[in-house]
């Protein structure tokens, strides 16, 4: 069985790995980075693609690290409107353009962050309505499905709530955990999955472990107005990153 054998893939896989499995191990925001970085190796459907199975190999051992830290009303509300948006996402793969995927994501994460500076939050946070639940959820889901960028939306909905960290992270991992096992059967309808492609998501499996643990390591170990810190400061410099790739996509467009 062939793999990606270009030293060039590697110099940009390598990255996106580590990036993936600090994310699942709880730092949710940075994992938005893997699939543009793999992206400037490969188209960004088929980049998503590639990474999938590493990504479902990492949320099994998240899940399984904290299944029993999650929030179910959150769950309840997030993932009906991510199954309706990953549906419209699936419809419109071939029309909607990775630029404008991700200055929408970009601005929309720009947004919340500058928003929380300024506004008013109560210090214990407020349960945000099931509305935003399914409405988030459905924006999480659309971006997710196209370039695995569904972090920016998910936490608009969630951040504002200051849930504990572990039920913050455990709800994060279950929800996206959901939403990856949820691409299987469209990406294959897409031809998006290549017997080299996922060769080579083996090869990286054992890098995405070793990430996985380390990230679920450093949250353990990170106090809550830190880790908060560090969330909202992830989403803003990735929106940031999304939105200077789109707007440069469209000019070379």
Not at 22 to 28: M, R
Request: glycine share 8%; aromatic share 14%.
């Amino acid at each position: 069985m062939s793999i990606i054998t270009d030293p060039l893939f590697y110099a940009v896989a390598i990255p996106a790995i580590l990036a993936l499995g600090l994310s699942k191990g709880g730092f949710a925001g940075i994992g938005v980075l893997a699939t543009p970085l793999t992206a400037l190796y490969l188209p960004p459907l088929e980049a998503a693609a590639l990474i999938l199975p590493v990504l479902i190999v990492q949320d099994a051992i998240s899940v399984w690290w904290y299944r029993k830290d999650y929030d179910p009303w959150n769950l309840k509300v997030l993932l009906p409107g991510a199954l309706a948006g990953m549906g419209l996402a699936w419809i419109f793969a071939a029309y909607v353009s990775d630029a404008a995927l991700r200055i929408s994501v970009g601005v929309i994460g720009i947004s919340f962050v500058i928003y929380s500076m300024f506004a008013y939050i109560p210090a214990e946070g407020r349960r945000t309505s099931a509305a935003s639940g399914v409405f988030w959820g459905a924006v999480s889901g659309f971006t997710s499905f196209l370039s695995q960028a569904g972090g920016p939306p998910f936490q608009v909905h969630t951040l504002p709530q200051r849930l504990p960290k572990l039920t913050l992270v455990g709800t994060t991992t279950i929800f996206f955990a959901i939403v990856n096992a949820l691409k299987i059967g469209p990406y294959f309808a897409l031809s998006q999955f290549s017997m080299v492609n996922f060769a080579t998501s083996l090869v990286l499996l054992p890098l995405a472990v070793a990430a996985n643990a380390l990230g679920i390591w450093l949250v353990r170990v990170t106090p809550m107005e830190l880790f908060y810190r560090i969330a909202y400061t992830l989403v803003f410099c990735v929106s940031v990153m999304l939105l200077w790739q789109g707007v440069t996509g469209l000019m070379k467009g």
